[in-house]
């Protein structure tokens, strides 16, 4: 299975300052990385597929890049509604494979 | 538009079975993959599988294999997830999320979740 390593667990960021969540897979995988936004007592909210496409209704700030084995979510400017839990998941193969996830906190 | 409609929270004893079910519409129920996912309590998310409505194949975690069954049925558009010989460690909460149609599709739209307790 392919481990996903995420980091760090915990992010605490001022409104409109800049943050990066990491993902790193414990073999290359292309660019077969997508990422999730879940907000407390919700369901996962996809936001960026395939490491840097945009999905449509998702707001601009938010931006992916990386391939291989190191990818990261970017927020451009934080706002209070990004506070949620964030994970990465991979779609190289099977079974499809979860990072343990990194939460963001507003200061 | 694209909903995924799941069954309501279940308190079941251990060792027993229960199905969840995750009612599809606004898209072709035949031609997307449904997924199944768990969550622990404060945990991160685990796929579980998936089945194709189209000609019900199936495909699993190993790690579930034996404790998921999934199957779907066409004409009312709605994926089942059924979970046998319950422990406590079943206690969770299940999404059922559809992927984007290709090989290596993320999961684009998610049901509510559906929250199963197991105790007796």
């Known amino acids: 299975d392919i481990l996903l390593t995420q980091s760090p667990a915990i992010l605490s960021v001022s409104p409109g300052e800049r943050v990066s969540f990491s993902c790193r897979a414990s073999q290359s995988i292309g660019t077969s990385i997508h990422w999730y936004q879940q907000r407390t007592n919700g369901s996962p909210r996809l936001l960026i597929k395939?490491?840097?496409e945009s999905i449509s209704g998702i707001p601009s700030r938010f931006s992916g890049s990386g391939s291989g084995t190191d990818f990261t979510l970017s927020i451009n400017s934080v706002e209070s509604e990004d506070i949620a839990d964030y994970y990465c998941?991979?779609?190289?193969?099977?079974?499809?494979?979860f990072g343990g996830g990194t939460k963001l906190e507003i200061k | 538009q694209v909903q995924l409609q799941q069954s309501g929270p279940e308190l079941v004893k251990p060792g027993a079975s229960v199905r969840i079910s995750c009612k599809a519409s606004?898209?072709?129920?035949?031609?997307?993959?449904i997924h199944w996912v768990k969550q622990r309590p404060g945990q991160g998310l685990e796929w579980i599988g998936w089945?194709?409505?189209?000609?019900?194949?199936?495909k699993y975690n190993e790690k579930f294999k034996g404790k998921a069954t999934l199957t779907a049925d066409k004409s009312s558009s709605t994926a089942y997830m059924q979970l046998s010989s319950l422990t406590s460690e079943d206690s969770a909460v299940y999404f059922c999320a559809r992927d984007g149609h290709y090989y290596g599709s993320p999961f684009d739209y998610w049901g509510q979740g559906t929250t199963l307790t197991v105790s007796s």
């Open positions: 089945i194709y409505p189209g000609n019900v194949n199936t």
């Open positions: 395939y490491a840097s």
């Open positions: 998941q991979q779609s190289n193969s099977w079974p499809r494979t």
């Open positions: 606004g898209y072709t129920f035949t031609s997307y993959y």
